[in-house]
């Protein structure tokens, strides 16, 4: 079955630098990548969606990137900002079942 | 429009009761999807509702359970709950059901979520 891989250790950084998040895919390529942020006690918001034919998709601060050599997606908020600190879930739709990463809590420190 | 609802929003019971938990979808949407999150385990996907019919399920024992109105708003129920049951719940609204579909890409939006402790 599919597993979806996202570094479990929250990344921290500096408000106004470029958040760099990571998502691994094993065995077949989805059809396409979803990422969404979760704010604490809510339920998770839509952000973006990459399909396996695009390299790269762009929505305001955010980008995100599929390479299917490395079945990996990379997610980028540029000039990030406090308002961003979150936890971010990489999710898969290739299959019939949807399948999540346990997601990367961000820390933007201002 | 108004979002995706679900109730109630805190729950607490105890070993070998049962649960129902609602979700009222977003006007107009009539897929309807439950997930189960927990620390440990992320975010699971239980089943899927469209027009009223199961259309996927995930691999979680029969204890759960579910079902959706003409109206689209769903239900679920977990029987005979275990600790191992207390999770975050959420549920999901698209407009289509994206589940048999490999290139569907219709955006699911999820609601807060039930949180359900079990003692």
């Known amino acids: 079955s599919q597993k979806i891989e996202q570094n479990s250790e929250a990344l921290n950084i500096q408000e106004g630098k470029t958040a760099t998040l990571t998502c691994n895919y094993t065995?077949?390529?989805?059809?396409?990548l979803q990422w969404y942020r979760q704010d604490p006690g809510r339920g998770p918001v839509f952000l973006l969606l990459i399909r396996e034919n695009e390299k790269e998709k762009r929505k305001e601060r955010l980008k995100v990137t599929f390479d299917t050599t490395l079945k990996q997606s990379l997610f980028h908020i540029t000039a990030s900002q406090p308002a961003d600190s979150a936890t971010y879930l990489c999710?898969?739709?290739?299959?019939?079942?949807?399948?999540f990463g346990r997601g990367t809590s961000l820390i933007v420190h201002p | 429009k108004a979002g995706v609802t679900q109730t109630p929003r805190y729950l607490i019971k105890t070993r070998g009761q049962q649960v129902t938990l609602s979700c009222s979808p977003i006007?107009?949407?009539?897929?309807v999807s439950w997930y189960q999150q927990t620390p440990g385990q992320g975010l699971q996907f239980l089943f899927e509702?469209?027009?009223?019919?199961?259309?996927n399920k995930g691999n979680f024992p029969g204890r759960f359970s579910g079902r959706q109105f003409s109206n689209s708003r769903s239900e679920m129920n977990v029987s005979t709950l275990e600790l191992g049951d207390s999770a975050l719940y959420l549920c999901?609204?698209?407009?289509?059901?994206?589940?048999?579909?490999?290139?569907?890409?219709?955006?699911?939006?999820f609601g807060p979520g039930t949180r359900l402790t079990v003692l």
């Open positions: 006007s107009g949407h009539r897929s």
């Open positions: 999710a898969s739709r290739g299959s019939y079942i949807p399948t």
């Open positions: 999901a609204s698209s407009l289509e059901s994206s589940g048999r579909s490999r290139s569907s890409t219709d955006t699911q939006y």
């Open positions: 065995n077949y390529s989805p059809a396409y």
């Open positions: 509702y469209f027009s009223e019919t199961q259309r």
